[in-house]
C-alpha cells in the first residue's frame, strides 16, 4: 500500500523545486530511449498497492483466503507486460495482480502452450465438426430452442414419479400430446419406466414356464439409444429408440443354474434353448401381448429386445416413397427438385457463415449487451450489478499502450499489440465475444462471454481453439509471438482443469519463473498444491547424472549381480475469472512483508533501488537523486520509501523495476 508520510512529504515540498527539476525532466527522455531500443512506445507507470487479502473466488471456503501483489498501472508498453506475464502476474482492466503462491488457498500457476506444437484431442475435433455441421446447416436450433424452453420451465420444479403410477401415465401420454413442456419432457422417462414394468411381466411369465424363481434374474434395463450410439454402430435402424439386453442375463443366469444338481435335474427336461436370441424373441411375443405404447414396435434382433418408433418409421417411408414417384428422371444429385404436386421446391440446407473479427477494445453497446446476458444467465449476477461502469472497468478499460505495425518490419503483428476484443458472429448476429492481449511473445486470453442461447457450440472451446491457429498464421508475419497463455490454472479447482487439455502445455514455476511441461508438474500438484516446480526439474537432472555415473562404473568394473537401481516414478492420474474488487482490505504493512524474508523474483538475494525511477508531482526522479531534487527529506520517509521499494522490486524483478516508472502520486 501506498505509504501517505512518503506522498504527502513530495506533496509539500512541490514548491521546493530547483534547478534538478530540469535535469528530472531530461530524465524522462531516457526513459523513452529505453522503451524505444526495446521496440516499445512510450513508457510503464505503476502504482503499488502492495499485499491484499481477499475472499477466495475459486474453493469459496469461507476460512480460506486469497493473499496477492497489486499494481495500479497508468500505463503499461505490451513489452513490460510480457515480461510482467511471464513473472506470474495477470490484470482485470488496468488492475495488476500476483498471488502469493505459499500464502493464498488455492495456487494460480501460469500456464501457456506453444501454439506450433498443439494437438486437437478428439473431444475438440468435435468441437470443430460440431461448429461446421451448424454452419453447413445440417443442424437446426429449433431442438435446441426447445430443449432450452424445457429446462427453464422446469428449473426448480422436477417431479419424481412412482413406479405404481407408470401405466397410467404412459396410457395418458400415448392417447393425448402433453399441454406442457414439462410433460414432455418427462415423457421420455416414463415410456423407459413403462417398457421395463412389461418387461418384468415377460420375464415372469417365462420364468413361470421353466420353473424358475423370478429373484434369480437381475432388474430390467432399458435404455435410449441415443442417434450418436446409432452414427458408431453399423447397419443400424434410425427408426431405434429403446433396448435392452435383459435375454443375454437370462441365458447367463439360466446357465448358472444348471450348475446346481438339484436344480438341474428337476428342470433339465424343460429348460429351453439358453440362446440369448431365442429368449430374445420369445420375450417380444410375451411383450405384445401386453399394452405396449401405441407408437413403438417389439421386435428381437441378435438378442436384443428393440422397440421402434413407428411414427418415425412411417413418416420417413412415406417421404422416401413420395419423393421417388414424383422425381423426373435425371434430376438426381440436383440442388432442387420437384416435390408435391403443388410445385413446392425442396431446398438444400442454408448455409450459415460465421465471421470473426478483430477490433481494438473499446466500448460497444452491443457487446455490453450480450455481456449483461451472459452474466446474467449463465453466472446468475443480480441485474443492478452488471452495469456499464464495472463492464468498462473490467473488460474495456486496458493500461497496454497500442503499438502499431511498422511497414517492412516482422517484429510487430499486422494488427499491432495492445488488448483486443475478438467478435464471432453468425449470420450478422454477435454470439461470442474473447477479450485478448496481443504481444511480443504471445496472445494472452482474458475473458470470452457469449450468448446463453447458442451454448450446444462450445463456443468456450471454439474461441480457444481458433486463438491458437490465430498465433500459428501469425508466425509467419512476426517470427517471435509464439505462445497462447490461458491465463491461471488451478488444479485444485475443478472448473480450471479444462486448459490442461490444450496440450501440450506447461506451467510457470512460481520461483524461478521457468517453465516446466504439465506432464511434470501434474504429480507433483496430486499431492500438495504449491510446488516449486523447477526444483523436480534439478533432481530429475541430478538424478539422471548420478545414473549415468552409476552405469559408467559398472562397465568399468565389470562387476557381476550389482545392486539394483528402481526408477519409481508416479502415476498419471485422470482428470473464474479474478475480477478486482475495491472492497479489497489491504493486510499488514510493508515491514512485515520485508520481515518474511521472501526472495527477489528474479533470484537477487538483495537489490539496488537507488536507480528505479519515481513520479514524483509529474517529475522523473531516481530514487538515489531524491535529497538532490528536493532538497532535505526525513530520514524516516526516505527509509520508509526504501522498504516499499524493495518490496515492489521483489515481486516484479530487478530488471522490471529498473526500467518501470514507480508513482508516487
Request: charged share 25%; glycine share 6%.
Amino acid at each position: 500500500m501506498q505509504n501517505p508520510s512518503v506522498e504527502s512529504a513530495f506533496h509539500d515540498q512541490r514548491g521546493g523545486m530547483g534547478d534538478g527539476a530540469s535535469s528530472s525532466r531530461s530524465g524522462r527522455g531516457g526513459v523513452k530511449e529505453r522503451a524505444k531500443e526495446r521496440g516499445g512506445i512510450g513508457e510503464s507507470v505503476v502504482i503499488d498497492h502492495g499485499r491484499r487479502r481477499n475472499s477466495c473466488g475459486y474453493c469459496r471456503s469461507t476460512s480460506a483466503s486469497s493473499v496477492s501483489h497489486g499494481l495500479w498501472a497508468n500505463s503499461l508498453t505490451a513489452e513490460d507486460y510480457q515480461e510482467l506475464l511471464d513473472h506470474g502476474w495477470r490484470r482485470s482492466g488496468c488492475f495488476l495482480y500476483k498471488p502469493e503462491m505459499d500464502r493464498t488457498c488455492c495456487p494460480s500457476y501460469t500456464i501457456r502452450l506453444k501454439a506450433n506444437n498443439f494437438y486437437p484431442s478428439k473431444d475438440q475435433d468435435r468441437v470443430y465438426k460440431r461448429m461446421q455441421r451448424f454452419l453447413d446447416g445440417a443442424t437446426s436450433m429449433d431442438k435446441y430452442d426447445n430443449l432450452k424452453q424445457t429446462a427453464n420451465s422446469c428449473k426448480g420444479s422436477v417431479k419424481l414419479v412412482c413406479r405404481e403410477s407408470i401405466p397410467e401415465i404412459t396410457a395418458v401420454s400415448t392417447k393425448g400430446s402433453a399441454s406442457s413442456t414439462c410433460e414432455k419432457l418427462s415423457s421420455e422417462s416414463v415410456i423407459i419406466h413403462a417398457l421395463s414394468d412389461i418387461i418384468d411381466k415377460a420375464v415372469s411369465i417365462l420364468c413361470g414356464s421353466i420353473s424358475l424363481p423370478v429373484a434369480q434374474f437381475p432388474k430390467v434395463n432399458v435404455k435410449k439409444v441415443t442417434t450418436q450410439a446409432k452414427k458408431k454402430l453399423m447397419n443400424i435402424s434410425e427408426d431405434l429408440a429403446y433396448t435392452s439386453n435383459i435375454a443375454f442375463q437370462i441365458a447367463a443366469t439360466i446357465r448358472r443354474s444348471q450348475a446346481a444338481d438339484a436344480i438341474n435335474k428337476s428342470l433339465e427336461p424343460e429348460l429351453p434353448d439358453i440362446n440369448p436370441r431365442t429368449i430374445a424373441e420369445k420375450l417380444s411375443g410375451l411383450v405384445m401381448q401386453q399394452e405396449v405404447p401405441s407408437e413403438l414396435l417389439t421386435k428381437a434382433c441378435n438378442g436384443h429386445l428393440n422397440f421402434y418408433s413407428t411414427t418415425k418409421q412411417i413418416s420417413s417411408e412415406a417421404s422416401n416413397l413420395k419423393q421417388k414417384a414424383q422425381e423426373p428422371r435425371g434430376s438426381q444429385g440436383n440442388a432442387k427438385r420437384i416435390a408435391t404436386s403443388e410445385n413446392c421446391i425442396i431446398m438444400p440446407p442454408k448455409r450459415r457463415k460465421l465471421e470473426i473479427r478483430l477490433k481494438r477494445s473499446s466500448f460497444d453497446q452491443e457487446e455490453y449487451a450480450l455481456y449483461r446476458k451472459y452474466q446474467i444467465e449463465v453466472h446468475d449476477d443480480k441485474p443492478e450489478k452488471v452495469t456499464v461502469s464495472s463492464y468498462k472497468r473490467f473488460l474495456v478499460d486496458t493500461p497496454i499502450i497500442f503499438s502499431p505495425p511498422i511497414s517492412g518490419d516482422n517484429s510487430v503483428v499486422p494488427c499491432g499489440f495492445g488488448s483486443f476484443h475478438q467478435q464471432y458472429l453468425i449470420d450478422g448476429k454477435l454470439v461470442a465475444v474473447g477479450v485478448v492481449d496481443i504481444l511480443p511473445r504471445c496472445l494472452s486470453s482474458k475473458y470470452l462471454f457469449w450468448d446463453p442461447d447458442f451454448a450446444f457450440l462450445s463456443l468456450g472451446k471454439y474461441s480457444a481453439l481458433q486463438e491458437i491457429d490465430w498465433v500459428k498464421e501469425t508466425q509467419n508475419c512476426c517470427p517471435s509471438l509464439q505462445y497462447y497463455y490461458l491465463g491461471y490454472y488451478i488444479h485444485s479447482c475443478s472448473k480450471m482443469r479444462y486448459k490442461a487439455a490444450y496440450r501440450p502445455s506447461e506451467l510457470l514455476c512460481p520461483l524461478r519463473y521457468q517453465w516446466v511441461p504439465f506432464e511434470i508438474a501434474k504429480p507433483l500438484l496430486e499431492r500438495k498444491p504449491y510446488v516449486v516446480l523447477s526444483d523436480y526439474l534439478v533432481e530429475q537432472q541430478s538424478a539422471m547424472l548420478s545414473k549415468h555415473a552409476s552405469s559408467v562404473e559398472r562397465f568399468d568394473t565389470d562387476t557381476a549381480g550389482c545392486a539394483h537401481i528402481e526408477d519409481s516414478s508416479d502415476e498419471d492420474n485422470d482428470e473464474i475469472d479474478f475480477r478486482y474488487k475495491d472492497t479489497d482490505m489491504d493486510i499488514g504493512d510493508e515491514s512485515s512483508f520485508l520481515a518474511d524474508g521472501a526472495p527477489v523474483a528474479d533470484g537477487s538475494p538483495n537489490c539496488d533501488v537507488g536507480d528505479i525511477v519515481l513520479a514524483v508531482n509529474g517529475l522523473r526522479v531516481k530514487f538515489k537523486d531524491l535529497e538532490k531534487v528536493l532538497g532535505c527529506v526525513d530520514k524516516k520517509v526516505i527509509s520508509g520509501l526504501e522498504k516499499q521499494l524493495m518490496s515492489y522490486v521483489r515481486v516484479v524483478g530487478t530488471e522490471l523495476a529498473g526500467h518501470m516508472v514507480y508513482c508516487l502520486s
